[in-house]
């Protein structure tokens, strides 16, 4: 079933790794190097070379799942034109289709699911040796790394992602997410305060708080949940990480308007480390879709906690996301959405496309919008967010503003770019400096002296 070295062992542990998808499945990767680096596994950068290569996959959206299977067939390849013995595909593809995927993709030997990624050095060391009985390692998802896993911090040394919680148990009719993650389990403050701690060690001044759903942090953990419109453990957990020597700045997804406390909000106000942004997933402002989508927050709810949140912290930064088209989503719903992003005025906004995905309560629901009109209305939103992006932008002009420092920008090495505290890495824009120089990681002071779009130009008038 699998092919090994001649004497059942590989010979050089060499080992290309390629990570697709979200922040929190790159977190997993992270971990599985880990693992691998103890084991004696050294990282190449060409994939020519190595005698394992591994693909975490994603396929939470079509266009994931085909750039999954693009990148797992570009790479095997390299079992006939390179070193590879053997090939792994890991991660929510794996989770999901490893039965059809044994039958259709016999180059890959072994497919690894979302619950058992922590595995995959007695399992490459069996498929070595030749005592794999089976291709597949695919359960319900029950497992989450904690801080005595060993994880290697791929991410520029400066930032990391603490995933506090994995799976989810929102149960949203359009997403597969539940299915692939499986049902909440969260980590305990002091698992999280001491990952934070050797990150800090490490370098890092960023931490970006990630999970499937923030809001729930907790529950499923004596002493978790809501109580009296406060939330004791995600009060006491940003309080502990907010204590960390070292952590400059603290950034918090996907935190869910319906579960939004007033405790919260005010230590958020207070903090000094927590940074004045926030993510949070709206999905529509219409109240029938918001039903159809089975969740728990309505328009009116949604613009009440933007209002409140606005009071406690002046001039935070919000960013959401939203779905266009889905089934029955009326004229009058999409006017809705429409006037509920004029009102509530995002600085970050995501707007998807609804698509079928099977598997999802969503896949049954009828009246679905023809493709044309999603289109339509997808470009109309998008364009209104744009405006109103520019123009939240403008305020920024001719302020001065902590930047953190992310190198040379990426098409030139005449220009510096960075991120201010309202700019999350990767989905967000960029702070180009075009006056001034400082290093990777650095906070520096930057006054703001023009607007491109989404992103913010100026020039460094102090380092820290």
Not at 265 to 281: E, N, V
Request: glycine share 8%; proline share 3%; hydrophobic share 40%.
């Amino acid at each position: 079933m699998s092919i090994v070295s001649q004497d059942g062992k590989f010979k050089e542990k060499s080992l290309f790794f390629t990570s697709l998808g979200c922040s929190k499945n790159l977190v997993d990767s992270q971990v599985m190097l880990g693992h691998l680096n103890l084991d004696g596994f050294t990282v190449t950068q060409d994939p020519e070379d190595a005698e394992v290569i591994i693909v975490n996959t994603c396929s939470f959206v079509e266009a994931a799942k085909k750039e999954s299977i693009e990148t797992v067939l570009d790479l095997a390849q390299f079992k006939e034109d390179g070193n590879c013995k053997a090939l792994v595909m890991s991660g929510c593809m794996a989770q999901r289709y490893h039965g059809e995927l044994e039958a259709e993709m016999p180059e890959i030997d072994m497919f690894i699911g979302t619950g058992e990624y922590h595995k995959i050095v007695p399992l490459l060391k069996a498929l070595d040796e030749g005592r794999l009985e089976k291709k597949s390692f695919v359960e319900i998802p029950k497992y989450i790394h904690t801080e005595f896993d060993p994880r290697l911090n791929t991410s520029p040394g400066y930032m990391a992602w603490l995933k506090i919680s994995e799976g989810c148990n929102r149960n949203c009719t359009f997403c597969i997410i539940p299915t692939l993650r499986g049902k909440l389990r969260s980590r305990t403050v002091e698992s999280l305060v001491t990952e934070a701690k050797n990150l800090a060690e490490q370098g890092v001044r960023e931490l970006n708080l990630i999970s499937q759903d923030f809001s729930d942090y907790g529950v499923d953990l004596a002493g978790g949940g809501k109580i009296e419109n406060k939330n004791p453990m995600i009060y006491q957990l940003l309080s502990e990480l907010e204590k960390v020597e070292g952590i400059d700045w603290i950034r918090v997804f996907y935190f869910y308007p319906d579960d939004l406390t007033e405790d919260v909000m005010a230590l958020m106000a207070k903090s000094q480390k927590i940074t004045k942004y926030l993510d949070m997933p709206i999905q529509h402002f219409a109240d029938g879709v918001l039903k159809r989508m089975n969740r728990r927050a309505t328009g009116e709810l949604i613009h009440s906690k933007i209002a409140r949140l606005r009071e406690f912290v002046p001039g935070i930064v919000l960013r959401t996301s939203v779905i266009v088209g889905f089934p029955g989503e009326t004229q009058e719903d999409f006017e809705a959405l429409l006037e509920g992003v004029k009102k509530a005025r995002f600085h970050h906004l995501g707007v998807f496309k609804y698509s079928d995905e099977e598997g999802t309560p969503a896949l049954r629901l009828s009246n679905k919008v023809e493709q044309d009109v999603i289109d339509e209305r997808f470009e109309k939103l998008y364009e209104t967010q744009k405006e109103i992006a520019r123009e939240l932008n403008q305020e920024y002009v001719g302020k001065i503003i902590d930047v953190l420092v992310e190198g040379f920008h990426e098409e030139t090495d005449l220009l510096l770019q960075g991120r201010h505290a309202g700019q999350a890495p990767d989905i967000d824009g960029k702070v180009i400096i075009n006056d001034g120089m400082a290093e990777a990681g650095e906070i520096v002071k930057v006054e703001i002296t023009e607007v491109l779009d989404y992103d913010l130009v100026g020039r460094i008038i102090d380092r820290e």
